[in-house]
Structure formats: C-alpha cells, structure tokens
C-alpha cells in the first residue's frame, strides 16, 4: 500500500510542469468607462509593462466599459476576490464605509491638478488608502480624470438654471448635497446607465469630466454642456489585500514598479484627454458649450460653498483643514 503511494508522488513530480510553463496568475482588472479614457489608457498601460516585466508570469485582464461589473458592484467583487483590480472614483467608497473618500467631491476646492496632487500625494492620500485596509482593500495609486462640468438639456449659465433638474450623480452624500444646494434633485444611478437614462428622459443632466462625456456618447443626449469645473473626477486603483499580499514578493514588486509608470503615465495624459474630448464633442455640432464668464462662475461657486460646512463632519474636520492647507484654499 505505502509502496502505491511513493509510487503516486513520485508520477506526480514526474508531471509536475517546469516553473516556466505554469499558468500565470492572473489579474482582473474591472473598471467602468471606455478604452479611450485617461484611466482605460492607464490600464492598458499597466497591462502592458506588468506582463513585461513579469515575464509572462502575470497576465492582466482588462474588462472596460462595465463589462465585468457595474459600479455598485464592483467592490463588493473585489472583496469577494471575483475580481483583482479597481480603479473606482473615489466618490463611490461611502456605500464601502470609508465616506472620509468624498472629500474629493467637495465643490471648488481644486484649482488645478497641482493643487489636486498635494492632497493624492501628501498625508491625506496616504491616510485614506489606510482606512481601506480593515476592509479587504490595498489602495496602490491615485489617478486622475479630469474637472467636471454640467450638462442637460437645457441651457445652464446661472446657478439657479439648475431648479428642479433631474440630476445623475454617483454614490456619494457630498455630490447629493452639492446638487441640492443647487436646487437640483440628486439621482445616484450606475454609470453604465446614464446614457440610456439621458435619452429617455430619466434624468435632465448629470456631472462628468469631457472625457466621460464624449465617450460615453452623452453629447448625442445633451444640449448643453457647460464650463463649470465645479470639481474632480479622481480614482482610487485598488486591489484585493489578501491577494496582493500573497504573491511572490519580487512579482509584487514588479507590479508595484510597473503601477507607479502607469501612474505617472496616467495622468499626464490625463489633461489632454480631457482637452482632446471638449474639442471633439465641439466638432460633433451636437452639444452647445457654455464658457462661464469669471463672475458667472463666482456665483456658481459662491451658491455651492455652504457643502463644505455641511459635510465637514462627514469628511473629517481636520481632513479638510489639511486639505485647504494643502491647496491655499479660499472660499
Ligand atoms: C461616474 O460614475 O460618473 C464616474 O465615476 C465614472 C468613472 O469611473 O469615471
């Protein structure tokens, strides 16, 4: 009997295959917008030099476009394990518990991406991603998409042109706040959803960065898309702890290597996309744009500023003290 069993370990060993003809692991990284977008470029990009640089020994799956799981869904797969990877709007980590994240949805607090950097790279971006880790998560970078600007089908050049709109926001009480204090009414809805939602009259208008806007198609169903920059579009890359902290440490360093270049790739492009995409739903003749003149935007900020008080306990107090520090602030 002991005999078989040498004999089974043995054959076992025998066609065990060599380390370099082992499946690879693999990666499956979810996330909801187009290929042609600062974040679905920085995927493939990732993709890219993580395979590189692992030869082969990683392979990484790219679902774009809410393939794999909508946004509502995807944490939940996340911790679950169904999937690897994330590069979620931080507007969407209240639902998960880790509501400190909307602090980047408060209104007029950025200028530019610098000023948007000092707060990714400095103690309070460090400090979120810490507050994921008791709930499966491992934060690895900070990416950006862009500044958001309004549309609907109607033309909005005032603040109060928002009244009684229908308006798609993403999960995130701040967001609900900002569209009440402009009069609007708020509806959290799945990204994947929106466009169908514009064209049936669902919803009068939503909030996206250009980029998001025009490959998503959205100029087909809006009239108007107005200049407001009222606040950013910026994502948490993330992935399942447990995972993460169970490969091999020189594949984990690799990935680490090759997510900081996808970073940094990532967002320099991040601005020209956004550029590129404004100028494209110009030339589609679809979608009338509206530039703000520096008084008419001072009073779409000026109507929207109470938010900040609003949710400071939401935020965190100090959070937002070192967040105005951060960017010279001023309301
Ligand atoms: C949205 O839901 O509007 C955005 O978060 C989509 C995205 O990932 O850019």
Request: net charge neutral.
């Amino acid at each position: 009997m002991k005999f078989h069993w040498v004999i089974a370990a043995a054959v076992a060993v025998a066609v065990a295959p060599p380390v370099s003809a082992q499946q690879p692991i693999v990666i499956k990284f979810s996330h909801v917008v187009a290929v042609n977008t600062p974040k679905g470029k920085g995927a493939e990009y990732f993709k890219k030099l993580a395979e590189e640089r692992t030869g082969g020994k990683v392979k990484v799956e790219v679902y774009p476009n809410s393939q794999l799981f909508k946004d509502g869904e995807e944490m939940e797969a996340l911790q679950l394990g169904s999937v690897q990877m994330l590069a979620p709007s931080v507007s969407k980590f209240g639902p998960l518990g880790a509501r400190e994240f909307e602090i980047f949805d408060l209104p007029y607090v950025f200028d530019n991406f610098d000023e948007l950097h000092k707060v990714t790279d400095g103690p309070v971006g460090k400090a979120l991603f810490k507050k994921l880790e008791s709930k499966g998560i491992t934060g690895l970078a900070y990416w950006d998409n862009g500044f958001k600007d309004m549309s609907a089908n109607k033309a909005l050049r005032k603040p109060e042109d928002m009244k009684g709109l229908k308006m798609r926001i993403q999960s995130s009480k701040v967001l609900e706040s900002e569209m009440r204090a402009y009069g609007a009414l708020p509806q959290v809805m799945a990204f994947s959803e929106v466009y169908q939602a514009m064209q049936t009259g669902v919803v009068d208008g939503s909030e996206n960065p250009p980029s998001n806007f025009y490959t998503q198609k959205m100029h087909e169903v809006q009239k108007y898309l107005t200049l407001t920059d009222h606040g950013v579009i910026e994502y948490a890359v993330i992935v399942n702890k447990k995972f993460w902290d169970g490969l091999p440490a020189d594949i984990r360093t690799a990935l680490e290597g090759a997510m900081k270049d996808a970073t940094k790739y990532a967002n320099d492009i991040s601005k020209k996309e956004n550029d590129d995409a404004l100028a494209a739903v110009k030339a589609s003749g679809k979608t009338e744009i509206i530039k703000l003149t520096p008084e008419e935007k001072a009073a779409w900020k000026k109507a929207v500023i109470p938010v900040h008080k609003e949710n400071e306990a939401r935020v965190g107090k100090d959070t937002l003290e070192t967040v105005y520090k951060e960017t010279g602030f001023k309301s």
